[in-house]
């Protein structure tokens, strides 16, 4: 079983970048599917960016793509996401989970995730 742990998040200004991260504790991260995902006020959880266990290979949305990254830093146990360029529609609760790993297969599905972190919210606004 592995635990999450977030950090970073907060307020923005449109254009300004912050960087989100998960710690993991009771597992490496190489062995889950590591996640981002982020839900707005009335809207539905949605995956927007995803790192692959068996060779880090990334995934993102195209909503994020071009302007989020994420990554992961083994010898630390944590996944980044570096959010640059920010518009007040990424405005939302941002929250990283770990599901099975799936080889160089991963999943934006919310369903198929098993941990999640506490979820950090990201405001951006002038």
């Known amino acids: 079983q592995v635990q999450l742990v977030q950090s970073g998040g907060g307020l923005v200004q449109p254009g300004g970048s912050l960087r989100l991260s998960c710690t993991a504790s009771?597992?490496?991260?190489?062995?889950?599917?590591i996640g981002w995902f982020r839900q707005a006020p009335g809207k539905e959880r949605e995956g927007i960016s995803i790192?692959?266990?068996?060779?880090?290979?990334?995934y993102h949305t195209d909503s994020v793509k071009g302007r989020f990254t994420i990554s992961r830093n083994i010898a630390e146990n944590t996944v980044y996401l570096q959010m640059n360029s920010l518009k007040p529609e990424d405005t939302a609760v941002y929250y990283c989970?770990?599901?099975?790993?799936?080889?160089?297969?991963?999943?934006?599905?919310?369903?198929?995730?098993?941990?999640w972190g506490q979820g950090t919210p990201v405001a951006v606004s002038s």
């Open positions: 009771g597992s490496t991260l190489e062995s889950y599917t």
């Open positions: 790192t692959s266990c068996s060779d880090g290979s990334t």
């Open positions: 989970a770990a599901g099975p790993c799936l080889g160089v297969v991963v999943s934006t599905d919310p369903s198929e995730y098993d941990y």
